[in-house]
Structures are given as structure tokens and as C-alpha cells.
């Protein structure tokens, strides 16, 4: 069951990296607790909730395919998270 480990450690990092990138920009940009940056950062924490709901669900019929979606779906809100952090900037 590796992979499920490395798939909730990919979970953490990468919204974990968007979240800190987030503080960075803000950072640069002397925008401190901006609307754009805390709207992102909720983005962020409601994706990994779900995320991790999702696979923690045990009632799936191919496990593997399931567990393919959530990684698939992480890269996806991923790319849009960051898409929204590179307008900020």
C-alpha cells in the first residue's frame, strides 16, 4: 500500500507548495492578507479535504483506477490553483 502513502504525501506537498508560494507572492508584492491569496489558500485546504476523503473511501469497486482519478484530479486543481497564483503575482 505504498502507493496510497506517496499519493497523500503528494496531496500534502503540492497544495502545502501553493500555499506557501501564495505567502511568498504576497511577500514580494507587499499585499499581506490579500483576498486573492486567502481565496487560493481556501481553494487549497477544501481540495486536500476532498482529496483525502476521497482516498480514504473504501467502498470502490477497482481501487486502482479510483486512487488514478484522485491523482488525476490533484494535477488538475493543481494546475488551475496555480493558474489563479500566477494572475495574482
Not at 61 to 76: F, M, P, S
Request: net charge negative; aromatic share 4%.
Amino acid at each position: 500500500m505504498a502507493s496510497i502513502r506517496d499519493l497523500k504525501k503528494d496531496i500534502n506537498y503540492v497544495l502545502g507548495d501553493i500555499i506557501e508560494a501564495v505567502y511568498l507572492a504576497e511577500a514580494a508584492n507587499d499585499k499581506q492578507d490579500s483576498k486573492e491569496g486567502s481565496a487560493i489558500i481556501d481553494s487549497a485546504i477544501t481540495t486536500f479535504d476532498e482529496l483525502i476523503a476521497k482516498v480514504n473511501q473504501k467502498d470502490v469497486e477497482n481501487r486502482k483506477k479510483h486512487l488514478d482519478g484522485v491523482r488525476a484530479e490533484l494535477e488538475k486543481k493543481a494546475n488551475g490553483l496555480i493558474e489563479k497564483l500566477n494572475k495574482m503575482a
